[in-house]
Structures are given as structure tokens and as C-alpha cells.
């Protein structure tokens, strides 16, 4: 198992406020696409695939959201950005908390969508051990079936989000489920993030439970919550345009 950083695959859109996009699980950086035309006027819009996921590098061992956060700095470094915004999406909100515990100094504002900083429960961590269990045994697409009806509420979507899944590999799938499974409770040390904040969650999110953004608002410093109608676990794909808007309001004003 390695504990260096790794060389993130990314794709760069646009100028201005660095603004880094960090995906969730089990997915790669392509479910940013829609918001693309909509901030690259005002963002220098950095989306990289994490370790393990798209066309990054696949390594073995647990996926700690401490590792993934290394992996961040060090994309961060290989672009000269000293400080940025930090948006991550459910798993990637999990790598982006981490980021914010270990480079306060590199954290210009936080985005947290459809994502939570409670530890797993028991039962959540039996069912990832589960999971990768089955992984192993028969593959992704069992994976696939099961969380591409799950991820989003707009039909339209599942097809298309099975086929990211299915893209994915095997021991990213289990490396990420590891990582996620022992990650902290991030609850305790929320309200040391200073930066400005906004907490982004689906009305029809059928994963997080709405409790969870809720408290997460209100335990980060500066933050604000923006619930999205006619959204699931995917709003940037979902509503866009709810999205941008919500990430506009990060761009410093100073």
C-alpha cells in the first residue's frame, strides 16, 4: 500500500477563483460537465478523477480521505494554486473535509453537496464491507444496477451514470469503500473551518439523510444551506443551474 500522492488525471475549464471539483463515489469527474458552461466565465474550474477513479491512477490498499486530501494538495501544487474553493460531492465532500483539517491555509471556501461529516455507522460499514465482498465475487455491475436508479431521481440519468459506474475499477471501488468505511467523525472539529461555506443537498437525496446537511450547516462556521427541489444525490447534473448559483456566492468579494 502506498501513502504517496499520486499523479490525479484532471480537466481544466475556464479562469479566474480556482475552483477544485472533487466527485463522489462510485463516479469520476465527468458529472461536473454541466456545470461547465455555466462557471467558467468566473471560475478557473479544476475536476480531477481521484485515485483509483477515471483515468487516475489505481493503487492498492484502503482509500483514507487523508490520502485522497494528499492527493488534492499535490494536484494543487502541480498547478501553482496556493489557495482554493474546494466543492466535493458525497465522497469527495468526505476528501474535501479532510483537505480543509490538514491545509486550513490552502482553503479559500468549501462546497459540500449531498454529503455529510457523521462517521459511518455500524450497520453503514457492514453493508460497505458487504459491498465489497460482492465486488470481488461478481464484479461492478451488481454495483452498478443497484446505486444508478439510487443516485439520481430524473430517469433520464440512470443509464448514463451506470455506464460511469461500470467504467470504474474494481480495486478503486474496494479501495474507496475501505476509506470510507474508517473515516472520522468530522462533526467534532466543523466548526474550525472558517472559510465562507455552503452546504448543497437534494430534496429527494435518498442517501444522506436530510438531518445530516442540516447539522453540518450549522456546526460549520460560515455556512449557509441551499436545498435543491427536484434533486437527488446528483443535483449538479440534476440543476445545474441551483448548483452554479450556490458556487457563484464563494467567489470572494474582497
Same mark, same amino acid.
Given at each position: 500500500?502506498?501513502?504517496?500522492?499520486?499523479?490525479?488525471?484532471?480537466?481544466?475549464?475556464?479562469?479566474?477563483?480556482?475552483?477544485?471539483?472533487?466527485?463522489?463515489?462510485?463516479?469520476?469527474?465527468?458529472?461536473?460537465?454541466?456545470?461547465?458552461?455555466?462557471?467558467?466565465?468566473?471560475?478557473?474550474?479544476?475536476?480531477?478523477?481521484?485515485?483509483?477513479?477515471?483515468?487516475?491512477?489505481?493503487?492498492?490498499?484502503?482509500?483514507?480521505?487523508?490520502?485522497?486530501?494528499?492527493?488534492?494538495?499535490?494536484?494543487?501544487?502541480?498547478?501553482?494554486?496556493?489557495?482554493?474553493?474546494?466543492?466535493?460531492?458525497?465522497?469527495?465532500?468526505?476528501?474535501?473535509?479532510?483537505?480543509?483539517?490538514?491545509?486550513? %491555509?490552502? +482553503?479559500?471556501?468549501?462546497? *459540500?453537496?449531498?454529503?455529510?461529516? !457523521? =462517521?459511518?455507522? @455500524?450497520?453503514?460499514?457492514?453493508?460497505?464491507?458487504?459491498?465489497?465482498?460482492?465486488?470481488?465475487?461478481?464484479?461492478?455491475?451488481?454495483?452498478?444496477?443497484?446505486?444508478?436508479?439510487?443516485?439520481?431521481?430524473?430517469?433520464?440519468?440512470?443509464?448514463?451514470?451506470?455506464?460511469?459506474?461500470?467504467?470504474?475499477?474494481?480495486?478503486?471501488?474496494?479501495?474507496?469503500?475501505?476509506?470510507?468505511?474508517?473515516?472520522?467523525?468530522?462533526?467534532?472539529?466543523?466548526?474550525?473551518?472558517?472559510?465562507?461555506?455552503?452546504?448543497?443537498?437534494?430534496?429527494?437525496?435518498?442517501?444522506?439523510?436530510?438531518?445530516?446537511?442540516?447539522?453540518?450547516? %450549522?456546526? +460549520?462556521?460560515?455556512?449557509? *444551506?441551499?436545498?435543491?427541489?427536484? !434533486? =437527488?444525490?446528483? @443535483?449538479?447534473?440534476?440543476?445545474?443551474?441551483?448548483?452554479?448559483?450556490?458556487?457563484?456566492?464563494?467567489?470572494?468579494?474582497?
Amino acid at each position: 500500500m502506498t501513502h504517496l500522492p499520486v499523479d490525479l488525471a484532471y480537466e481544466e475549464h475556464g479562469a479566474g477563483t480556482p475552483l477544485v471539483l472533487v466527485h463522489g463515489f462510485p463516479l469520476d469527474r465527468t458529472i461536473w460537465r454541466p456545470l461547465v458552461p455555466l462557471l467558467e466565465s468566473k471560475f478557473r474550474m479544476v475536476m480531477p478523477d481521484l485515485r483509483g477513479f477515471g483515468l487516475s491512477p489505481v493503487t492498492e490498499g484502503v482509500y483514507s480521505m487523508r490520502l485522497l486530501a494528499e492527493d488534492l494538495r499535490a494536484l494543487l501544487d502541480r498547478l501553482n494554486i496556493e489557495r482554493a474553493i474546494l466543492a466535493g460531492h458525497s465522497m469527495g465532500g468526505y476528501a474535501s473535509l479532510a483537505f480543509a483539517q490538514a491545509y486550513p %491555509q490552502r +482553503l479559500a471556501g468549501l462546497a *459540500l453537496i449531498a454529503s455529510q461529516a !457523521a =462517521a459511518d455507522s @455500524p450497520e453503514t460499514r457492514a453493508s460497505r464491507e458487504k459491498t465489497i465482498e460482492e465486488v470481488k465475487r461478481r464484479g461492478l455491475k451488481p454495483l452498478a444496477d443497484k446505486m444508478s436508479a439510487k443516485l439520481t431521481c430524473q430517469p433520464e440519468l440512470v443509464q448514463p451514470l451506470r455506464e460511469v459506474i461500470m467504467r470504474c475499477h474494481k480495486q478503486g471501488v474496494i479501495g474507496a469503500l475501505k476509506g470510507m468505511a474508517e473515516r472520522p467523525n468530522a462533526q467534532e472539529w466543523l466548526s474550525t473551518i472558517t472559510v465562507p461555506s455552503v452546504v448543497i443537498a437534494g430534496s429527494e437525496d435518498a442517501i444522506i439523510p436530510p438531518d445530516r446537511p442540516r447539522l453540518m450547516t %450549522q456546526l +460549520l462556521g460560515r455556512a449557509w *444551506l441551499v436545498e435543491v427541489d427536484k !434533486a =437527488a444525490h446528483l @443535483p449538479m447534473m440534476e440543476q445545474p443551474a441551483v448548483v452554479a448559483s450556490a458556487l457563484m456566492q464563494l467567489i470572494p468579494t474582497v
